[in-house]
């Protein structure tokens, strides 16, 4: 392998199959792609303890070590985005640089906060009717119009995976992400490139906390994904590959 070892986390609530496209581009170019489902998620056991994206963050990190992993380009989508940033605000020594993928650096705002923790007790009180929650609060939220309004087999399938989610893991991931801290200090301290990138059409992270990320970064570059929403690397993925492999080649 010629090229960086890349570490990819994953998007709430799915799992590390959501970067597969990317990381069969990043493969061929050379890279060790790491892609490890977030605790809870893809049959794993969630964390013992309180709901924390810390303590996510320690599991990765551990988990990186026990690979032998010491330098690696650190990505996250979304949820992952989150854990990226709590990872190196703990261990910013081991990465080369980092990309935040349709994520924010903003702590949640109190209405925000309100609706996780309604979600997490909805989903705990009805667990059968997790993936009917997840899909009417959420796959709107999801995809971008032109997705909603072209690939409707795309829906479908984004659908079926917000179905396959566990209410457990939903509601433990749902109250840690209400809890977690604000990031924006973490990434004004990063002396290390970072790619900021989302898609056009999102809106739970929209270009505003975009804009607060690249402000504060002293060395972040942005690109913007047409025809895609929060869901960037599953709705236009040739697109946001080409976009991480180009930013890696140089990082």
Known sequence: MSGPTVVLLHAFPFDARLWDPQVEVLAAGGSQVHVPNLPGFGGTDLLPGAPSIDSVADAI????DHRGIDRAV?????????????????SPEIFAAAICCDTKASADTELARENRFRMAKAVTDNPQECGR?????MLTGLLGQVTR??????VEQVAGWLTDADPRTVAWYQQAMADRAGSLEVLGELDIPVLVMWGAEDTMSPAADQMAMLQVLRSGQEVKISGAGHLSIVEQ????ARAIAKFIAVA
């Open 237 to 240: 993925p040739a697109a946001t």
């Open 133 to 137: 929650i997840l899909q009417q609060s």
């Open 149 to 154: 309004d072209t690939r409707p087999e795309l």
């Open 61 to 64: 990190l551990a988990d990186l």
């Open 74 to 90: 650190l990505g996250g989508i979304s949820l992952g985005g989150y854990v990226a940033m709590a990872m190196l605000r703990k």
